[in-house]
């Protein structure tokens, strides 16, 4: 990884003078070995550490805690290990492509398809980490931002919080601040950020940019738009699972979205999430780094109407995500299933097709009456990244 500090930068731009970000910022290098004596007297480390580095004594546990001085140090020492364990454990393998696209001296603003809550953020750190990149700052909801240990976990790994609750008045306010602190942390601290292309994971397989991200991330500029994006150095970023993380309870909570039009989420239903994505077997994982949108800002400019402007980059995101989105045998077969037809048979093997339809039996026959919708749910899930590929052709 290229070597990096965290510190309060000397120069803050003028958009960002009105804020003050200490509520939702990462941590500082300063404040680390008093937030990992913090963080290694509850007894959650201990239970963490023992699990990544099985043997490990609580004296070494407290010791690895003590030496480590920086952020650098937490994400080389703590993170990196992590996340390569759990691709072994519960992957057939990580690759990636177009990191060529980027320039290791500059920031870029990753705008991502959102499918697991931790680990499509966190591949990207690893990835970087491997191609001697400065690693990102990370948006994290607040409500999975507990105070106490994850809080302190999260900002020591270089997480920002997204407040996502108020009045109208109160999500202008964040929506504000939020855009003044994105755009601080590429321009004035030189560093990149991952944020998702919408409000929470993609729970059908329809990855979708949404509009009001994006005017919330021009809302900070003060300028024109061709001005306004630019400067944000936007790379589109596309994570493909071959199983797709939760599937099943993403298919559940759809179904009873239908039935009841407002689907309330029950107490620790995140943290089961964060669970069962990291073991779950997810098969071949693939992230695919886009060309920064640059060029193409000139022509959307073009557009008189700044809402279509608007429109259409969100539209360009989407197009890049659907291109560099990498298929696998489970997403042709989900397509012929889907419409009941044979035409990309020859995308898949007829092993490859009883193995997915027997998975699918497995993960909803505990469902009972259920499972044939959640099944339909499921086809089309997987069905959508082929679905979208198809649709930028015709």
Known sequence: ????????????????????????????????????????????????????????????????????????????????????????????????????????????????????????????????????????????????????????????NRMFTVKREGNAKELYDISKELSAYIRHTLIDKKTSVWIAQRNGRTKDGNDQTQTGLLKMLGMSGGKDFLQNFSELNIVPLTISYEYEPCDILKAQELYLSDLHSKYVKAQGEDLNSIITGIKQPKGKIHLAFGKPIQEELVEINKFNNDNEKIKQLAALIDKRIYTDYKLNPVNYIAYDLNRQTNVFENNHTSKEKEDFISYLNKITEPQKGEAEMLKGILIKMYSYPLENKLNLKS
Not at 17 to 41: C, I, W
Not at 89 to 102: F, H, K
Not at 126 to 146: Q, V, Y
Request: hydrophobic share 40%; proline share 3%; charged share 20%.
């Open 1 to 156: 990884m290229k070597k990096f500090t965290v510190e309060k930068p000397s120069h803050i731009s003028d958009f960002a003078k009105e804020f003050n970000f200490d509520a939702l910022r990462p941590f500082y290098d300063s404040e680390a070995t008093q937030v990992m004596h913090r963080m290694s007297g509850d007894p959650l480390y201990f239970q963490l550490v023992s699990y990544l580095w099985p043997g490990i004594t609580k004296d070494e546990a407290l010791a690895k805690a003590h030496n480590t001085k920086n952020i650098y140090d937490f994400q080389t020492g703590y993170m990196s290990h992590a996340i390569w364990s759990i691709v072994k454990m519960s992957s057939a393998g990580l690759t990636w492509s177009g990191i060529e696209n980027l320039d290791r001296n500059k920031s870029y603003l990753f705008i991502a398809n959102h499918r697991d809550i931790l680990l499509d953020s966190a591949l990207l750190q690893i990835i970087l980490e491997k191609e001697s990149f400065e690693t990102s700052e990370i948006t994290f909801g607040s409500n999975l931002m507990d105070q106490g240990f994850i809080t302190d976990f999260g900002r020591m």
